[in-house]
C-alpha cells in the first residue's frame, strides 16, 4: 500500500519503527549488561547467563534487522514487500554510508572526540553481509537444528566475529535519530492500550 510522509499509516509506520528500534536498544543494553557480569568473574556455574547472552544478542540482531526493514519501508512510502535481494543490497549501501561519513567527520574535524581512530572506518562493508544479516537472523529466529551447530548456515558466534562492527554501524546510526527517548509524545496505539491492563 503507497502512503506519504506525514500521513496516517506514516505516523503509525513511525510508531512501529520507534517501538522496534527501542526493542532492539534493549536487547544490546541487556547484552552489554550480561557480558560485564560474565567478565566480572561472579559467575555461577551454570548455563544461564550463556543462555541470556545469546538471547539477549539474538534479539538485537532480529530487532535490528526488523527495524531496518521499516525504515526501508518508509523510504519507499509502500508497505507492499521488498525482495530480500533489495534489502541485502540496501543494508550494505546504508553501512559503507555510514563508513564515509564518519571518515568525512574526522577529515574535516567534526568527529565527536569519542570516536574511533580513522583506520577504524577505512574498510568497506563485506559483500555478504546484508545476506549474512539475514540468514543470521532467520536462523536465530527459527527453530532450526542448524543454529547448534551450524552446518550450512552462519552461526551466531561466526556472524559477531565477522560482522559485529557493521551492525553496531547500524545500531549506533539509528540510535541518533529513533531512540525512544527521543519520541516522549508518539502514540504507541495497542503498546499503550496492552500496558493499561497489566
Known amino acids: 500500500m503507497r502512503f506519504q510522509i506525514g500521513d496516517e499509516t506514516d505516523r503509525h509506520l513511525v510508531s512501529v519503527i520507534v517501538h522496534e528500534f527501542s526493542r532492539c536498544e534493549l536487547a544490546f543494553d541487556q547484552f552489554i549488561k550480561l557480558r560485564g557480569i ?21 534479539l538485537f540482531i532480529q530487532h535490528l534487522y526488523e527495524y531496518f526493514n521499516g525504515c526501508v519501508t518508509r523510504s519507499r512510502e509502500n508497505t507492499g514487500n521488498i525482495s530480500f535481494e533489495v534489502i541485502d543490497s540496501l543494508m550494505n549501501r546504508e553501512v559503507n554510508k555510514i563508513l564515509k561519513n564518519w571518515r568525512d567527520a574526522i577529515d574535516n574535524n567534526y568527529a565527536p572526540k569519542w570516536a574511533n581512530d580513522r583506520s577504524y572506518y577505512e574498510d568497506v562493508c563485506p559483500e555478504n553481509f546484508g545476506r549474512d544479516f539475514r540468514n543470521i537472523r532467520n536462523n536465530v529466529a527459527h527453530v532450526d537444528f542448524r543454529r547448534i551447530n551450524g552446518g550450512s548456515r552462519l552461526t551466531l558466534t561466526q556472524f559477531y566475529k565477522d560482522y559485529h562492527k ?11 535519530y529513533w531512540s525512544i527517548s527521543d519520541y516522549g509524545d508518539l502514540d504507541f496505539g495497542d503498546i499503550t492500550s496492552f500496558n493499561k491492563l497489566t
Not at 566480572?40 to 539477549?56: C, E
Not at 557493521?166 to 541518533?176: C, E, K, S, T, V
Request: no cysteine; net charge neutral.
Open 38 to 58: 560474565k567478565h566480572k568473574g561472579d559467575l555461577v556455574f551454570d548455563n544461564k547467563i550463556d543462555l541470556m547472552t545469546y538471547n539477549a544478542y539474538s
Open 166 to 176: 557493521y551492525a553496531i554501524l547500524l545500531f549506533y546510526n539509528g540510535r541518533d
